[in-house]
């Protein structure tokens, strides 16, 4: 079995958390969601003053949406390192889009920018449901159903194509059920009333009419993400999970078109949790050796160090028990070759280009037994 090929060394590094773009097309509405880690804007004296420019440009690199806005806030008013969350509302045809989000620190000379690739196409009849925790003009995502106890600004927000009808939020618990009814609307942005959800709930789901239909939506928490799921994209994350699966179980993943790259990755990693505990150990020596790779193996801005022949096999294999290397050899190119005796493989690396982006000779190395 191919399937996974993890040797297992643990490894820690640091690294740096990112932000995130989610987005979802509702009716003639894209709805962009913008994930902001806490650990990204935190400044001088645990106070956060940035302004953040968020542009939006056509593939013809014409500027179709430009948004400005402070965010002031302290580091107090993050009870679990929360994420902001920024909800924003564009007319935007279907087709492809480039995105900068430039966050600009007003207390010192910190400037830091993420770049996001999107394509605007599939049409949906509503946006995900979100539970937020609502500061002043932010929201912040809710990770504990503690916080939702204690906090008096709890929100309910979805989008919808049209206005829907007879939303109602429904709590229930082993022995009762618990109806609250709100207005018709074509964007639920609802404060929630801590009275409608039962102390000793098991369940907790929005209903609602939309063209006739009947939906129901369960109530769920923000999954809690580690600082690596933050540094990479969510596609990111799913092409560096086909380095340790085989073609049919990769088939199988990308099968499901019900769900988005962010819940494949997830469910990839909720079902391969040997200790089935919340610590996953496969899941972080695979992290660790990604952060590794990207450290060793980088091709200056050309190429990320994953992305690359020495990276994939670092990530797939570990550390080799012995490299061999030739960075001047007459009349050839500077070679490497990484030996792994106890599983019998030897890796062949030569770098043509001479700027260290060494390539895989021996491919077949890689799939033998």
């Given amino acids: 079995m191919k399937l996974l090929i993890i040797v297992l060394i643990l490894l820690q590094v640091g690294f740096i958390a990112g932000a995130q773009l989610l987005v979802e097309r509702v ?3 894209s709805l962009l969601t913008l994930y902001i880690d806490y650990d990204e804007v935190i400044s001088k004296d645990n106070q956060i003053d940035y302004r953040a420019i968020f542009e939006i440009f056509n ?3 014409e500027v179709v949406s430009l948004t400005k806005k402070n965010i002031k806030l302290s580091s107090d008013d993050f009870p679990n390192n929360n994420r902001i969350i920024i909800f924003l509302e564009e ?3 279907p087709g492809s889009y480039t995105a900068f989000l430039k ?4 207390l010192r000379n910190d400037k830091k920018e993420e770049k996001f690739d ?3 196409d599939k049409n949906q009849h509503f946006s995900k449901l979100y539970m937020l ?3 002043q003009d932010y929201y912040l995502e809710v990770l504990s159903w503690d916080e939702v106890k204690d906090s008096s600004d709890v ?5 919808y194509k049209e206005k829907i009808h007879d939303l109602k939020l429904i709590s229930e618990s082993k022995e009762e059920r618990k109806v609250t009814d709100f207005p018709d609307t074509s964007k639920l942005d609802q404060k929630l009333n801590k009275q409608s959800i039962l102390p000793d709930f098991t369940n907790n789901y929005i209903e609602f ?10 109530i769920t928490l923000a999954k809690q993400l580690n600082s690596f799921q933050r540094k990479y994209s969510w596609d990111d994350q799913l092409e560096q999970i086909k380095y340790i699966v085989n073609d049919r179980k990769w088939k199988e993943i990308n099968r499901n078109s019900k769900l988005n790259q962010s819940e494949k990755v997830l469910e990839f990693w909720d079902s391969f949790n040997p200790s089935n505990s919340t610590k996953n150990e496969l899941q972080e020596i695979f992290y660790n050796r990604i952060l590794i790779a990207d450290q060793k193996f980088s091709v200056h801005k050309y190429k990320n160090g994953w992305q690359t022949d020495r990276g994939r096999i670092y990530i797939k294999f570990g550390e080799p028990d012995e490299i061999s290397v030739d960075n001047f050899p007459i009349d050839k190119y500077p070679t490497q070759t990484w030996y792994y005796y106890l599983l019998n493989k030897t890796f062949h690396f030569y770098d043509r280009t001479r700027i260290e982006d060494y390539q895989l000779y021996n491919k077949e190395e890689e799939y033998g037994h």
Avoid: R
Wanted: glycine share 8%; proline share 0%.
């Fill in 118 to 120: 999107f394509s605007v």
């Fill in 155 to 159: 929100y309910l927000y979805q989008l």
């Fill in 59 to 61: 593939n013809e690199g």
């Fill in 209 to 218: 009419t939309l063209d006739g239909k009947l939906y129901q939506q369960e």
């Fill in 91 to 93: 007319l935007l045809k």
């Fill in 103 to 106: 966050l600009n620190n007003n």
């Fill in 133 to 135: 925790l609502k500061l």
């Fill in 27 to 29: 009716g003639e509405t």
